[in-house]
Every structure is written in structure tokens, then in C-alpha cells.
């Protein structure tokens, strides 16, 4: 009989893979990149092809214990001298190689006879693994020696140094590693050149350290991917800097070493240190030397300049985000009346939720607001159906009418007794002290979300829902439509029902009712505080703070565009 038992076929050898062709005008792949994409492929990404960084704790360390070795010093003598040294100590040395499309700076060389040997210094104690080292540091040790070599030196092994215990751990080049690692440089190669940022790890212990947990979102990614785990908060890069306000008429701004020093009439009237500022905001007559602007755009630190009556004109960044896939996706989205009338209903959508959320949390008025609640949720479905953003336009303005038709009955009856009655919404000019606060809130609160986006990396001018004009921010007047209520409308009531400006705050000069120099300290106190309150997100179930929370927002927007997310997610809290 035939013999029909089933066999195990032989294991087949994998055969590696060429590497890429090597495009001269692409820049040459830092070993640090390399180290990054074996530790995890969307980190890289996001650092060497989005530009992303993030300050933490680690890297800040990891700065420090870099201190010594990156101040240069010793010499790399040629390769056929180096045997005719007593000694090599070589510190902070570059090498790179056009052929390989590789760079390293290397922290010290140390050589034994003929060979060479790198030394990479790391923080912390050495980890008790196999092999000593975790993989993507002996792969970005084996990236310097594969440098060295292709300048002709002899270089079999390399050494990791740990500050923290000053234990050497030496790692043998042998073909295994040399294997691992081409296939790593291949890999984030490829990664690059396809410009597909890979997905998130899923539920490891790698993010919540992760300088770029904040920008990656990893958790929240997969939440709307389908995973069942709930989001971990983001505790990783807390910020504690906080906006600089400056609106004294003739005031200076100047920088003495680390600090910003505010002079009025030549006489320094306050000092704040910089690592303590997140912004600088400058109304009216506010002179800052070139000296201060220059260390501002430095440590991108963005100013922001207002006319005196608070009307945001415009900001003053650096170089700018270099995350250009990010500006061609939202380019791409904003060219499509399709994908502008989708965004743009769920903003709208949003900021109606928004609005009745803050009517049912503050009315006081003498009748129910059931019936105004229940219109309201009339006009969400209706624009579900619209076909143009034309037609949004006028339910979104009939639902702002119905809204601020009943604003007076969220301010507290003393005090509309008190100057504070309110009748109906007119921008420009402001006839009475509410709409005067207002509109002094949705300036606060478009700058605010200008410099995020421009921190995320989006241009802050084309938008989906405001068409473009000349000196417009569109994108931010988009995003800032859900948080109108919750963080401007409810600033002026605070302001106003808790006694934080009063009366005599406003001048009236003609039809125009405007804040008193004293009256906008005390309204910017009230507006930064709710940016610094925590709210229970509704759907990641972890509390963050609004200023926190724009910037989720605009990343999950980036997310959106690229691909990533099959929508945007509004922020609706109940």
C-alpha cells in the first residue's frame, strides 16, 4: 500500500532582502533612528519622518548623562595608525557613509591593538537579559561599528557603558547581530520611502514612558480600532508652562540669561522664568527686544499679538513644524467639498450638543428649558441632511439664535440687574458688557487653538467649515466651534455670575462697550483657569485638562486625515 504519511517539509533559511536604493538627496539615517525602529517601528516614524519630539524624564536624563562625552575631545588617528597608538580616547566623533546612507556620533573610541571600539554610553543599570543589552542598543552599537568599518577600521566588537551601575558590557559584532541589524536599516528604509506611519503598539508596557505617548496616542487609536482596553491617561509630559500675558501700553519685553524681564517706563515690573512660559501673549503697544524673540522662537515658544482691545492678529513661531505629510492630508481633505461637508457637520453637530449641555448645567431661568432643548435636537438631525455647506451655515446660525436668544438665563438675576443683561449676540462693535466678554473669549480662545495646531504641525489657515481669507485662521475657527461653550461661554459666566468682573470693568466710548485694562487681567485669570480645569472624557474615561485636551483633539484630527481613524471624533461631554 502507498505510504500516505504526512511529512514536515524542512525549515527554509529566510534570505535576506537587498537593501534600497539609496537616494543621495534623502538624509543619511541616524544610528539613533535605527535603535528606535527595533524598539518600535511607529516611534521611528513619527521621529524621523514626522519630525515629532517630546521632551520626558528619560530623554532629559539621558541628555545629562551625556554631558561629558558629547563635548568633543581626543583624536581618531587614521586607520592604518591606530596600532601605532599607545592609546585612543576619542570623544563625540561623526562618522557617515554616503554608500551605506548612514550617520552615527559616537560617544567615545577606544581601541585594543589594530581595533577600534566603540563605546555607547546609556543611562540607567545594565538590564540582566540575554546577551547583556536589550536588541535595539546592541543594534545601534553594531550600526557604529558597521561605519568604522566601511572607513577601514577593524572593528569586531562594541561596548554599552551604563552610567547609573558603570558597568561595561561588551557586544560581540558576530553575523547574527550584523544580520538583525541590516534588516533593521532595511526596514525603516522601506518604512520611510512607502510614507505609511505603521500602527500602534497595542497595550504595551513601552508606552506609557514613551516621550511621545502624548503625540502618538496609542491607546486611543486602538480604542477606535475596536479594542476593548480603556485608554491609560496620559501622565507622560505633563506640561506645567503656562501663557505669558502682557498688555501694559509701552511695556518690554527682554531676556536677561534664563528668564524674560517685563519693563514698564523702564522699570522692571516683573520676571518669569522661561522654562515656566508656554506663550507669550502681547496686547496692544508691547515692544519685545530682538534678543528675547530670538531665544522665544529658539525653545519654540510662540508669541501671539493682539490689538488692545483683545482682537488676535497673529503669531510669531520658528522654523515651524516639519511634519509636512500632516499639511498635505489636510491640504488634500480641504480641496474636497465631500470630506469639508463630513467634517463640517460633525463640528456643527458637536458644538449644538455643546451648547444644550451648558443650558441644561447653568439655566435659570423661570420656565423649563425643555422646549428650547428639544428645537435644539431638531436642528442636529436637520443637518444631518444638508447637502452643501451653504445649508449648515443657516441651521448652524438658527440654532446660535435660538441659543443666545436665552443666554440672559444662564447669568444669575442680581446680576442682570447689574449692567449684565443680554438680549442678543453682535460681534463688531459690542454693545454691552456680555458681548464684550464674548468676544473677548473667542479671541482668547482662537489664539489658544492657533498656537496648538500650529504646535501639532497643521497650518492653522485652511479649514474645512471656515472657507480661507486673507489673515483668517480657518482651522482653528473649525476646531474652536464644539469648545465655544464649554470653555469661552462658560469663562464669561463664571466671570460674571461668580463676581470675577464687575460693572465698572467696561468702558463705553461711542455705541462700544470694551474691558478695562483691569477688567481683561481679571477675565484672562478666569479664561486661563478653565483651560487648566479637568473634565472626564466621555468615550477614554480618563480626566485631562482643556488645554491638554485641545491638543488630543487636534492630533486625533491629524490621525483623521492621515488615514488612521475612520473619523473624527468631536468632544461632546454629557
Not at 336 to 347: E, T, W, Y
Request: proline content about 8%; overall charge positive; charged content about 25%.
Amino acid at each position: 500500500m502507498e505510504d500516505k504519511t504526512a511529512t514536515t517539509p524542512p525549515e527554509q533559511a529566510e534570505l535576506p532582502l537587498p537593501l534600497p536604493a539609496i537616494d543621495l538627496e534623502l538624509p543619511l539615517l541616524p544610528a539613533r533612528m535605527v535603535n528606535e525602529y527595533v524598539y518600535c517601528p511607529r516611534l521611528a516614524y513619527l521621529e524621523w519622518v514626522q519630525k515629532e519630539w517630546e521632551d520626558s524624564r528619560d530623554t532629559v536624563e539621558g541628555r545629562h548623562t551625556h554631558r561629558r562625552v558629547d563635548r568633543p575631545g581626543g583624536k581618531l588617528p587614521a586607520p592604518r595608525e591606530v596600532e601605532q597608538q599607545e592609546r585612543i580616547h576619542a570623544r563625540s566623533i561623526t562618522l557617515e557613509s554616503e554608500r551605506l546612507g548612514l550617520v552615527a556620533r559616537m560617544d567615545l573610541i577606544e581601541a585594543d591593538g589594530d581595533r577600534v571600539i566603540p563605546v555607547d554610553y546609556k543611562r540607567g543599570k545594565r538590564p540582566h537579559v540575554p546577551r547583556g543589552a536589550y536588541e535595539p542598543e546592541r543594534v545601534q552599537l553594531c550600526v557604529q561599528g558597521m561605519l568604522l568599518g566601511e572607513h577601514d577600521y577593524r572593528c569586531e566588537q562594541g561596548v554599552l557603558y551604563y552610567a547609573a551601575g558603570r558597568e561595561r558590557v561588551p557586544v560581540p559584532f558576530d553575523e547574527e547581530l550584523r544580520h538583525t541589524t541590516r534588516k533593521a536599516i532595511d526596514g525603516l528604509r522601506r518604512l520611510a520611502a512607502e510614507g505609511r506611519i505603521p500602527p500602534p503598539l497595542e497595550d504595551s508596557p513601552k508606552c506609557p514612558r514613551c516621550s511621545l505617548v502624548s503625540i502618538c496616542l496609542p491607546d486611543e487609536i486602538n480604542f477606535f480600532r475596536g479594542s476593548e482596553l480603556t485608554p491609560r491617561p496620559l501622565v507622560v509630559g505633563q506640561k506645567t508652562a503656562l501663557p505669558l500675558y502682557v498688555q501694559t501700553h509701552h511695556a518690554k519685553i527682554t531676556k536677561s540669561g534664563e528668564r524674560l524681564d517685563i519693563f514698564v517706563d523702564d522699570e522692571k515690573t516683573q520676571s518669569v522664568r522661561l522654562i515656566d512660559v508656554s506663550q507669550v501673549a502681547v496686547f496692544g503697544n508691547v515692544y519685545i527686544t530682538t534678543p528675547a524673540l530670538h531665544e522665544l522662537m529658539k525653545r519654540s515658544i510662540p508669541v501671539s499679538w493682539h490689538g488692545f482691545g483683545g482682537w488676535f492678529m497673529g503669531h510669531t513661531i520658528g522654523t515651524g513644524h516639519k511634519n509636512v505629510e500632516l499639511r498635505t492630508a489636510q491640504y488634500q481633505a480641504s480641496f474636497d467639498p465631500a470630506r469639508c461637508l463630513h467634517l463640517a457637520k460633525g463640528l456643527i453637530e458637536a458644538k449644538i450638543r455643546n451648547c444644550r449641555t451648558l443650558l441644561r448645567r447653568n439655566w435659570k431661568g423661570p420656565d423649563s428649558p425643555n422646549p428650547l432643548l428639544a428645537d435644539l435636537r431638531g436642528d442636529i438631525r436637520q443637518l444631518q441632511r444638508v447637502p452643501d455647506l451653504q445649508s449648515l451655515l443657516g441651521i448652524e446660525g438658527a440654532a446660535a439664535s435660538r441659543y443666545f436668544g436665552v443666554f440672559r438665563y444662564l447669568i444669575r438675576d442680581q446680576n442682570r440687574n447689574q449692567s449684565f443683561d443680554f438680549t442678543t449676540r453682535r460681534r463688531r462693535p459690542p454693545p454691552d458688557p456680555v458681548n464684550a466678554l464674548l468676544s473677548y473669549a473667542y479671541s482668547l480662545l482662537t489664539r489658544t487653538w492657533v498656537v496648538t495646531l500650529s504646535a501639532v504641525g497643521f497650518d492653522p489657515y485652511r479649514g474645512f467649515l471656515h472657507q480661507p481669507r486673507y489673515g483668517r485662521p480657518a482651522l482653528a475657527l473649525d476646531l474652536m466651534e464644539p469648545f465655544r461653550p464649554l470653555i469661552a461661554d462658560s469663562a464669561v459666566l463664571q466671570a460674571i455670575n461668580n463676581g470675577e468682573v464687575r460693572p465698572t470693568d467696561f468702558v463705553q466710548v461711542a455705541n462700544s462697550v470694551n474691558l478695562t485694562k483691569d477688567g481683561r487681567k481679571r477675565f484672562i485669570a478666569t479664561f486661563e483657569r478653565r483651560m487648566s480645569q479637568e473634565v472626564t472624557h466621555p468615550l477614554f474615561r480618563y480626566r485631562t485638562s482643556y488645554r491638554r485636551l485641545l491638543e488630543i483633539q487636534a492630533r486625533l484630527l491629524g490621525r483623521f486625515l492621515q488615514g488612521e481613524l475612520d473619523d473624527y471624533p468631536n468632544f461632546t461631554p454629557r
